[in-house]
Structure formats: C-alpha cells, structure tokens
C-alpha cells in the first residue's frame, strides 16, 4: 500500500446533506428558511417517506422532536408534504415548535422550507376545509390538515392548520405550486 492510500475503514465518514438538514431544523431555526437538497437525497429520506419519526437530540435523547406528517398536496411531478415538529420542555407533554413543508420528487428531498405560524382566529382559515376561491381568480387555497396542541400547560390550546396555495396556468391547463402558509386558531 503506498503511502497516500488510506484503508477504508480509516476514512473520515462524510455526513449526508439531508442529515445537516435535520440537523438545522433541530438547532431551531425560526426564521423561514429554504435549503435545497441535492438529488442523490435517497429513497430512505423520511420526510418523503414517512407518516412520523422522533429526532433525537444528540446532547440530550429525551428531549428529541417528533415529526407529525399532516397531509400533502401534488402538483405535477412533486408532492408538497406538510410536517409538524413537537418537544416536550420539561415534562412528557410534546408542545408545538414548528412546521415545515418539503418538496418530494417520489421519495427524494427536493427543497424544505419552514414555516412561520400566523394568527386566524376567526377566519374562514379557522373555520373551513373547503377550497377558497375568490370569484374571477386563478389562484386557490386547499386545505390540508389540523393538529390540535398543547400550547402551555397540560390543556390543549390551540389548533395548527396547513393550507397549501396554487396558481392556474391557462396556457397548460394545469394548477401550480405556489406556497404554503400555517395558521394557529
């Protein structure tokens, strides 16, 4: 063996990009943020795969996060998923952290954004699941989920609703992704 070759198993591991992905989410990034993912994200990638998983945190493993899958929408070629992250603070209670959508291309990880969480009370947001239209637009809004969480205490105080936003192409007859937005009631 020459001297620059390095056996195998004595090779720095590299860490996969969905891996730092998560590892972002973790570290509670409150900001909206966008992080596109390569295309060799994998089949095994569980935001694209999964109906729920806990996160460990590696400082402290019993104060993980557990992804809620919600639902999803498609348009074209790509599936918008819509998750829920929870963890407890000081209890077994998980309490709401944040939500994120992901831009899956089968079970590959295209782009996850997250998503700031918006006041409607009162609103047909609140109250409705049925697709809102305006009269003469081309865009609409498709109701996706509800999650019912605890927000302080042991009672659950607030319901966490996921809308998903498109647009109407007249030139190819189709609706497009436009964007996501959550709302607390």
Do not use: F, I, K, L
């Given at each position: 063996m020459s001297p620059r070759q390095v056996p195998l198993a004595s090779r720095p591991r590299r860490r996969p990009p969905a891996l730092l992905l998560i590892l972002g989410l973790v570290l509670g990034l409150a900001a909206p943020t966008v992080v596109a993912a390569p295309a060799s994200a994998g089949p095994g990638d569980a935001f694209c795969s999964t109906n729920g998983f806990f996160e460990p945190n590696p400082a402290n493993p019993s104060i993980g996060t557990t992804w809620t899958f919600i639902g999803s929408r498609s348009n074209g070629s790509f599936t918008?998923?819509?998750?829920?992250?929870?963890?407890?603070?000081?209890s077994s209670i998980l309490y709401y952290r944040n939500s994120l959508v992901v831009k899956c291309n089968g079970t590959a990880l295209v782009l996850s954004t997250t998503l700031a969480t918006t006041g409607a009370s009162g609103t047909a947001h609140c109250t409705s699941?049925?697709?809102?239209?305006?009269?003469?637009?081309?865009?609409?809004?498709?109701?996706v989920g509800q999650r019912w969480v605890p927000t302080q205490g042991t009672t659950p105080t607030a319901t966490i609703r996921y809308w998903h936003r498109e647009w109407f192409s007249y030139a190819t007859l189709t609706w497009n992704y436009s964007s996501s937005y959550v709302v607390r009631c």
């Open positions: 918008y998923r819509y998750w829920m992250a929870q963890q407890p603070s000081g699941s049925a697709d809102m239209t305006p009269p003469a637009s081309s865009v609409t809004e498709r109701y």
